[in-house]
């Protein structure tokens, strides 16, 4: 699939953060796979993950991610034992490797140029994608292509397929009309539109409010289970669990509709394992813990609290996927409509010990909060919102999920940002990158001198995580002086995309007021993002119509505001992970 044209093309990442190194969130589970520091002891891992770029038939790169170490100052890259190049951040692409093939790779840390440490190794296969597929544009949430109309939707058990729903409406329940939520059934025999049944109502609930709602086919029982978040209308004190199992074509039976064991329970979602033992995640406690409670054969009542995690941390939208005997422990930051980052935690018992929390993805999880995370195919995609709709400045597309490609590697999880996903019903989900990544490792320069002595090139390491090393103006830099960065990617290039992504204070949130300029020369400049009646907060993606290459890329700030207040906000300043450039060969 050719997303864009063959010319040579080039994408470029602006990225605003603070603070620096591993993070570490205080809990009070216990610490049984890091230290106090979050350092790594035992499970220092690399993980691989094969790409496409824009107009490139075959998926022949490899994205690495490794957790960064508080100890290391440097890091070698290895593909089959030969070093392929080295880094300061976390994070190495590489780029045009043989199809067909299966490449081994694995990551050295260095101090003052010693070596303390050997990641855990992982694989990578190149291919060919050969079918159809349906290509989404994470930029605006749509799709550019579908695939076919003919594919059969729905839940299919024993010779039907069934479609179930839980939607707000209004009946008329003894002349009276009242609005509720109706719980429904349908069936057909291809699953194909223009096949299904007329709705069937299951159940009806006037004067309440669902949230979280979900259906999940037990395969021990043949029902159909329904979980939601269960709150009085107007109200979000009751904090009960709904569930509730539907046989086909039969009836809905509730087996849960109170407090989990006693416990305030509000942001939920179920989790099944191997053995098809299910269990509940629940936020709990005024939404300060999560609680994991195992449920009955049926998966409607809890029958034991299995372990309570993240203690005190305000974790939303708990999600758990396992992965070669780990289990993975996603959520979001409890922050409104905006963006927050997301941490994970992982074990290998769900009632024994987990990690320290540890951040995934970006500071912003690319302006959006996560939702939820599953397997598609051999691939693992992370679902997460774009609130745009709901915030003090309306975001051009509203709302809509931007997805995520996630890669697993012993109790070591990261994410990564593509601009296009590919979904296959063979490969699952294939991502495709917007270019090669140019600017990893090159020179920076500032106009200011940055506070806490970090120097400018820390925007060029590759990391991008909320506590990640981030540029901020001196405070005593006098009043006026310009706040620029250029960035020197010692080639020319042509740009097709930035992408800006700025620092993130929860409840004070910010917009960046900028401009970004190119240049051959590193004279004479030519704008390229004009931002300074920017209003969006997080992962920005701007799209570039100029075909001139560039060599130089400047960055200009002029001025921090708050969203809620539009006042100045300075404080709120740090540059982190600026100028990733993408070129297409």
Request: net charge neutral; proline share 3%.
């Amino acid at each position: 699939m050719n997303i864009k044209s063959q010319q040579l093309k080039f994408y470029l990442a602006l990225v605003f953060v603070c603070l620096c190194d591993l993070p570490v969130f205080p809990s009070s589970v216990a610490q049984s796979k890091e230290t106090k520091t979050g350092e790594s002891t035992g499970t220092w891992a690399v993980t691989a993950t094969t790409f496409k770029l824009v107009g490139e038939k075959e998926a022949k790169n490899v994205k690495l991610n490794w957790m960064q170490r508080k100890d290391t100052d440097l890091y070698k890259i290895y593909r089959d034992g030969e070093l392929i190049g080295e880094t300061k951040g976390g994070t190495y692409d590489d780029y045009d490797l043989k199809v067909d093939k299966t490449f081994t790779y694995h990551v050295e840390a260095f101090k003052d140029g010693k070596k303390i440490g050997t990641a855990i190794s992982q694989q990578a296969t190149t291919f060919m994608p050969v079918g159809a597929v349906e290509v989404y544009d994470n930029l605006n949430g749509k799709y550019i292509s579908k695939g076919s109309t003919n594919k059969p939707q729905g839940m299919k058990i024993g010779n039907l397929y069934y479609s179930y729903k839980m939607e707000n409406t209004e009946k008329n329940v003894n002349g009276q009309s009242l609005k509720g939520w109706m719980a429904s059934e349908s069936y057909s025999p291809t699953g194909l539109d223009g096949s299904w049944s007329a709705p069937r109502e299951l159940a009806f609930y006037p004067n309440v409010n669902f949230e979280g709602i979900a259906f999940r086919h037990n395969p021990k029982t043949g029902k159909v289970v329904l979980s939601a978040h269960y709150e009085d209308e107007g109200g979000y004190s009751a904090a009960k669990i709904y569930l509730a199992q539907i046989t086909p074509k039969g009836k809905l039976e509730v087996g849960t509709m109170e407090r989990p064991l006693g416990h305030e329970s509000r942001d939920q979602s179920l989790f099944i394992d191997d053995d098809n033992t299910a269990y509940l995640l629940s936020a709990t406690n005024m939404n300060s813990d999560i609680n994991i409670y195992k449920l009955d054969n049926s998966w409607t009542k809890p029958v034991s609290l299995v372990n309570t995690i993240c203690k005190g941390l305000h974790r939303e939208t708990p999600a758990i996927i396992k992965k070669e005997g780990e289990y993975y422990f996603f959520s979001s930051k409890a922050s409104g409509w905006y963006p927050s980052q997301t941490v994970y935690t992982s074990t290998t018992n769900l009632g024994g010990e987990w990690t320290l929390m540890r951040e995934i993805g970006n500071n912003s999880t690319f302006d959006a909060q996560f939702n939820r995370i599953s397997m598609v195919g051999t691939s693992c995609g992370v679902w997460s919102y774009h609130w745009g709709a709901q915030r003090e400045h309306q975001t051009p597309d509203g709302n809509f999920p931007r997805i995520s490609i996630a890669a697993f590697n012993q109790g070591y999880a990261s994410m990564d940002y593509y601009r296009y996903l590919e979904f296959s019903d063979k490969y699952g989900i294939i991502p495709v990158q917007n270019g090669k990544n140019l600017t990893l490792n090159m020179p920076v320069t500032s106009t200011v001198t940055g506070a806490k002595g970090v120097k400018a090139d820390c925007v060029t390491d590759g990391v991008s995580l909320e506590s990640s090393a981030f540029f901020q103006k001196n405070s005593n830099t006098a009043t006026g002086t310009p706040y620029i960065l250029i960035v020197d990617m010692q080639k020319n290039a042509r740009i097709s995309e930035i992408n800006l992504s700025t620092r993130l204070v929860n409840g004070s949130e910010a917009a960046y007021k900028y401009t970004i300029e190119g240049s051959v020369d590193g004279k004479s400049y030519k704008m390229l993002v004009d931002g300074k009646q920017n209003w969006q907060v997080g992962f920005i993606i701007s799209n570039i119509e100029d075909l001139n290459p560039y060599r130089y890329l400047r960055l200009r700030v002029y001025g921090v505001v708050n969203v809620h207040k539009n006042n100045s906000a300075m404080w709120a300043d740090g540059i982190y992970e600026n100028l990733k450039i993408h070129s297409l060969l």
